[in-house]
């Protein structure tokens, strides 16, 4: 099992900017696909964006040029640059890591989330 901690979520108004991060730990092989999805109050789980261990990025429309997502394999941490905040970003905001335990074994784990507030 891994476990995910989550870090650098609070209260910012629109227009600021907020960095979360997220460190696995446990008896990683290695992480595949590290992932940040949010949950707004009554609404389902969304992605937000994804990186692959090589790079590769893929964001959601609603963040696209704003937010920015970067990892540290020698760390196993993941980041997410927030920028030009809006209200709609409130959510909380989990992180998701895929990839292969030692010895050799799937994983598919979510950290407890981090509260993201964006005041208008």
């Known amino acids: 099992q891994v476990q995910l901690v989550e870090s650098g979520g609070g209260l910012m108004q629109a227009g600021g900017s907020l960095r979360l991060s997220c460190a696995a730990s446990g008896s990683i092989f290695s992480i595949n696909v590290m992932g940040w999805y949010r949950q707004a109050p009554g609404k389902q789980r969304e992605l937000v964006a994804i990186?692959?261990?090589?790079?590769?990025?893929n964001y959601a429309e609603a963040v696209k040029g704003r937010f920015t997502i970067s990892r540290d394999n020698a760390k196993n941490t993941a980041y997410l640059q927030m920028s030009s905040l809006k209200p709609e970003d409130t959510a909380v905001y989990y992180c998701n890591a895929k990839g292969t335990l030692r010895p050799l074994s799937l994983f598919d784990d979510w950290g407890q989330g981090t509260q993201v507030t964006v005041s208008s």
């Open positions: 990186i692959s261990r090589n790079g590769s990025t």
